[in-house]
């Protein structure tokens, strides 16, 4: 279990906010907890060099994690999960947390999801994109599955899936890893909101493979494509 109680090392300067530059992509193999300040007060970032663009993906997540109340901005990952890539034994939670500004050159610009698991709930989903060149799905989010994922109170705003060839979803993208079964992911109570897909295949979601659905309930979709 992570906590966070940060002091200035520079006298009269405040101790929040704070941002932590990772060096290299934490990988977590053992459960973990984190429990952040605030989204507004404690920042994680991928800028390792402090000249605002993203250089190494933030997480790895192979096992049960909970963020908590923290933004994680600035991650790169050359293939897939800008900011968090979760592996098929992996169970990711992100509660008031914000995701942005990370990119990966194909899948999932903020979050990729590959066999594993995901919950969201009062999250922020911004300005996250996919490679112009060899991107595919999922600016903000992407999601290839057969487990139980669940979206809710969360705004996702100005992701982007940039590749003309790709297979949609500037903000979330759905794909089926067990076409023979029913994958249905809930979106509940959230708002698409500037986002955007080169492949005009959707803008807000995208759900793929036969047998995928997206629940869509409460939810505002106003990307304006």
Not at 12 to 27: C, E, H, M, Q
Not at 144 to 152: K, R, S
Not at 153 to 164: D, K, S
Not at 191 to 215: C, K, M
Request: aromatic share 6%; charged share 15%; hydrophobic share 35%.
């Amino acid at each position: 279990h992570v906590t966070f109680d940060i002091r200035s090392t520079i006298p009269g300067s405040p101790d929040y906010p704070a941002t932590i530059r990772l060096k290299k992509t934490l990988v977590l193999n053992n459960n973990l907890v984190l429990d952040g300040p605030g989204a507004e007060r404690l920042t994680i970032s991928g800028d390792n060099d402090e000249d605002g663009i993203a250089d190494v993906q933030l997480f790895v997540v192979n096992a049960v994690v909970k963020m908590n109340r923290a933004t994680f901005t600035k991650g790169h990952a050359s293939f897939s999960g800008g900011a968090f890539s979760v592996g098929e034994n992996g169970n990711l939670t992100l509660s008031y947390c914000a995701v942005t500004d990370n990119n990966a050159d194909v899948w999932g610009g903020g979050i990729d999801v590959g066999g594993g698991i995901l919950n969201v709930d009062h999250c922020l989903i911004s300005g996250n994109k996919t490679g112009d060149s060899l991107g595919q799905g999922g600016g903000g989010i992407s999601i290839y599955t057969d487990q139980n994922c669940v979206i809710a109170n969360t705004t996702f705003a100005g992701n982007q899936q940039l590749a003309e060839s790709g297979l949609g979803g500037g903000a979330l993208y759905v794909e089926n890893m067990e076409p023979g079964l029913e994958l249905d992911i809930p979106v509940l109570n959230c708002t698409f909101h500037e986002n955007f897909d080169a492949a005009n295949q959707g803008s807000s979601i995208r759900p793929n493979v036969f047998n995928a659905y997206v629940l869509l309930q409460n939810s505002v979709l106003a990307d304006g494509h």
